[in-house]
């Protein structure tokens, strides 16, 4: 069992930071995949980054590729999503997943957090 809470959400300008952490409770964390994934007012959750258990491969979508950050800490049983240069269209309540599989995708997560406001002002 595995159980998720992320932190670090907030308001913040066009172009500025904020970094996401994800706090993993279980002694096999570390044998997760483990990512975030979003979701805006009306539109469906969407893939943003994911780490695989030994810290690589890491896999990005597209729209944050350059500009966001995953990382992990096994030691600590943590994640954390840096982002940086962020837009007003990256808006979203931030979700932290972990699953067993190797591809991190919304339908194979096993858990999830209850989800991290993010919201840039233009």
Do not use: H
Request: charged share 10%.
């Amino acid at each position: 069992q595995v159980q998720l809470v992320e932190s670090g959400g907030g308001l913040v300008q066009a172009g500025g930071s904020l970094t996401l952490s994800c706090a993993a409770s279980g002694r096999t964390f570390s044998s997760y995949t483990v990512g975030w994934f979003r979701q805006a007012p009306g539109k469906e959750r969407e893939f943003v980054a994911a780490i695989s258990w030994g810290g690589s491969p890491i896999y990005y979508a597209d729209s944050v590729k350059g500009r966001f950050t995953i990382s992990r800490d096994n030691a600590k049983n943590t994640v954390s999503l840096q982002m940086n240069s962020l837009k007003p269209g990256d808006t979203a309540v931030y979700y932290c997943a972990a699953s067993i599989a190797i591809v991190l995708t919304a339908s194979n997560s096993n858990y999830w957090g209850q989800g991290t406001q993010v919201t840039v002002s233009s």
